[in-house]
């Protein structure tokens, strides 16, 4: 499995027993399977770290960036950038999710897509990263997943951060139910991924959207709910 998921990155870990940590959630350890692990360890500290080195490249890239840009307004842009819903996202178009080991209990009630366990795992990763590769080839991998996030979250037109925080609070107003996304189809090669998703609200479907990014994806369904909605269409 780690073999397979590191055919999706663009590097190579030498240190599997690291790249294994990565997934595995403390409820894991006491599974009869842990005695597999080559780590006893869950990704929490692990967690730690990424979050201290993901905030400071985030805050590198936005003050080299916008020199125009006061404290305030970049600490808005870091926290619209790092934050559990962002960053269980990453996590689900890196595929994180299909490779975290979780305990039986934990499973079933669907840690899986956590965000707050997503979350962590990328997080994990991003300091998983660091210590094989170091800090320079870490920082370029967080600013090619976070770029086009930076260009969104700057710019005047909706973009990413925009739609799916709009369809919720209408749904909420509406409807007193949050949407629901829901992956349809996933096609291509890990290169070349395609990703069709549904967003639903009190069990009917209101939008659907393709893209190359499951976020993306989650982002034109959204655009799409929102428009019959404020239309007032069914």
Do not use: C
Request: charged share 30%; aromatic share 10%.
């Amino acid at each position: 499995m780690l073999e397979e998921f590191q055919e999706t990155l663009p590097f190579h870990f030498k240190d599997l027993g690291l790249l294994q940590k990565v997934f595995v959630h403390r409820s894991y350890l006491n599974e009869k399977d842990a005695s597999a692990l080559k780590s006893k360890e869950s990704y929490e500290r692990l967690e730690f770290l990424g979050d201290a080195v993901l905030s400071s490249v985030i805050s590198h890239l936005l003050y080299e960036n916008y020199p125009e840009t006061n404290e305030g307004e970049l600490t808005r842009l870091r926290a619209k950038l790092v934050n559990r819903q962002t960053l269980a996202d990453l996590a689900r178009d890196l595929r994180l999710n299909e490779y975290i080991l979780l305990g039986k209990g934990e499973r079933s009630t669907g840690g899986a897509d956590n965000p707050t366990i997503l979350a962590g795992v990328f997080e994990a990763l991003v300091a998983a990263v660091y210590f094989e590769l170091g800090f320079k080839i870490t920082y370029s991998y967080i600013e090619s997943l976070f770029s086009p996030l930076i260009d969104s979250a700057t710019a005047h037109e909706p973009g990413h951060f925009d739609f799916k925080p709009r369809l919720q609070e209408l749904a909420q107003k509406l409807f007193k139910e949050a949407p629901a996304y829901r992956l349809l189809k996933e096609e291509g090669p890990p290169h070349r991924k395609t990703f069709e998703v549904e967003v639903r609200i009190k069990g009917e479907v209101w939008g659907t959207g393709s893209a190359s990014k499951k976020k993306d994806a989650e982002q034109l369904a959204a655009e799409e709910a929102l428009k019959k909605l404020e239309a007032g269409q069914r």
